[in-house]
């Protein structure tokens, strides 16, 4: 299929995975900017945070227009019914500002521990626990979702009672969110998002770089298997020339062994604008989602803030 361009402006987000202390300055500061969502992340390490939902509250909390991607919650490890209380949660308390996404990858061995709840370690048992989690933080109680029917009888506020797989009354109830977003580098996880008619967010930066093929491939399976809604996920530098562009990646990729793989745009603004158009353009994403790869707060900030207004341009 020949990618259908789209007619309406790609969405500008950011992608935070420093550290939690800095998210919320950081989401005024975009916004300020321009930018209209931000998508907070669930790492498990002594200085991020491994409470997105958490986070993704403070920043709706402190922010007025900023969108908020819960992006990327480890599925695989937790419990859907206690995902889909914290999602309808922040639903019933900021409607639309709110979207969460899941993500495949695994935790690490002492985490998977630790947890107290089986792993979804096979691929089967991964995509069934986002099939449940769709039955209980989609549907409204007694009614329809996907392939299965909430057909539960009616419960008085705090009846928790289980009346069976997929018709679990899960609160609050009035503000259901209509999606989420299955977040990944395959096209099994394309396919599976586009088969439910869910949002897919395609890591370009997580992806071997230099496979350009590879990355237009995936997101062609997601809208060949039904998929209407992308989101492109890149990371990279800026710098006042390309030399020190290419030199801090230098730099970078010794220092985090993460030779394997190329940044999604290096160089300057105007080079990694035009860089990022053209992957939304090869990909006809409807998100554009940037990580500006700096440690320094304020280098990262200036980075993003410097890049929006080309990049309006270019994607106009």
């Known amino acids: 299929m020949e990618p259908q361009f789209h007619t309406a402006p790609v969405t500008l987000s950011v992608l935070d995975t420093g550290v939690p202390e800095e998210t919320v300055d950081l989401a005024r500061r975009i916004e300020s900017a ?42 695989r490890l937790h419990s859907p019914y206690v995902v889909a209380q914290q999602i309808k949660l922040l639903a019933k308390l900021y409607g639309d500002r709110i979207q969460f996404g899941v993500a495949g990858a695994f935790p690490g061995t002492h985490i998977a521990e630790v947890v107290g709840a089986p792993l979804a370690e096979t691929p089967e048992v991964y995509s069934e626990r986002l099939l449940q989690l769709r039955d209980l933080a989609l549907a409204p109680h007694g009614t329809e979702s996907g392939s299965r029917t909430s057909t539960a009888p009616a419960a008085s506020p705090g009846d928790d009672a289980l009346y069976g797989y997929g018709q679990l009354i899960v609160g609050p109830v009035g503000a259901e969110p209509t999606s989420f977003c299955v977040c ?17 967010a395609f890591h370009d930066f997580l992806a071997p770089q230099g496979k350009k093929e590879d990355r237009i491939s995936v997101c062609r399976q997601y809208f060949d298997a039904g998929g209407t809604h992308l989101s492109v996920a890149v990371s990279g530098i800026c710098a006042e020339t390309n030399d020190e562009a290419e030199r801090l990646w230098e730099v970078r990729s010794k220092t985090r062994a993460c030779e394997w793989r190329r940044p999604s745009f290096l160089g300057t603004v105007e080079e990694a604008a035009a860089q990022i158009a053209m992957i939304a353009q090869e990909t006809t994403a409807d998100e554009i989602v940037i990580q500006p790869l700096s440690s320094n707060f304020e280098t990262r900030v200036a980075t993003l803030e410097a890049l929006h207004e080309p990049l309006r341009t270019q994607l106009a």
């Open 34 to 75: 321009g930018y209209d969502r931000i998508w907070v992340t669930e790492h498990h390490t002594e200085t991020q945070s491994a409470c997105p939902s958490v986070m993704a509250a403070a920043v709706l909390a402190s922010t007025t227009r900023l969108a908020v991607t819960v992006g990327g919650v480890l599925a």
């Open 184 to 200: 990944g580098t395959s096209n099994g996880a394309a396919t599976f998002a586009g088969k439910l008619g869910f949002p897919f």
